[in-house]
């Protein structure tokens, strides 16, 4: 069993920045894919970025070259640096992180997510 612990959200002002900070206890040389996710009131959860165990990277289009994603395999964390923050930045975020796949689909986990407001 994985529990992922989430950090680092708060207020900034457009153009500002923030770094999230994500750390899993449990089996996390388990671990394959973690990443951030961010959700709206009404809308979905959608993928930020992701990072495999191997460093492998993916960004939505929206914030590739303004925040940058980290891993530390051997300390169960993960980074997000957010740099440049817009307003439409504005969500909770959410750490995910995924033991591969069994019969039953994705094993997968989610921290309680952190609150990201970008506001003058």
């Known amino acids: 069993q994985i529990q992922l612990a989430e950090s680092g959200g708060g207020l900034v002002q457009p153009g500002g920045s923030l770094r999230l900070s994500c750390q899993a206890s449990?089996?996390?040389?388990?671990?394959?894919?973690m990443g951030w996710y961010r959700q709206t009131p009404g809308k979905q959860r959608d993928l930020v970025a992701e990072i495999t165990y191997g460093g492998a990277i993916r960004y939505v289009d929206s914030v590739k070259g303004r925040f940058t994603i980290s891993r530390d395999n051997a300390k169960g964390t993960v980074d997000l640096q957010m740099n440049s923050l817009q307003p439409e930045d504005t969500a909770i975020y959410f750490c995910?992180?995924?033991?591969?796949?069994?019969?039953?689909?994705?094993?997968?986990?989610w921290g309680r997510g952190t609150q990201v407001t970008v506001s003058s």
């Open positions: 449990g089996a996390i040389r388990a671990l394959n894919t």
């Open positions: 995910n992180a995924d033991q591969g796949y069994n019969r039953a689909g994705k094993i997968e986990y």
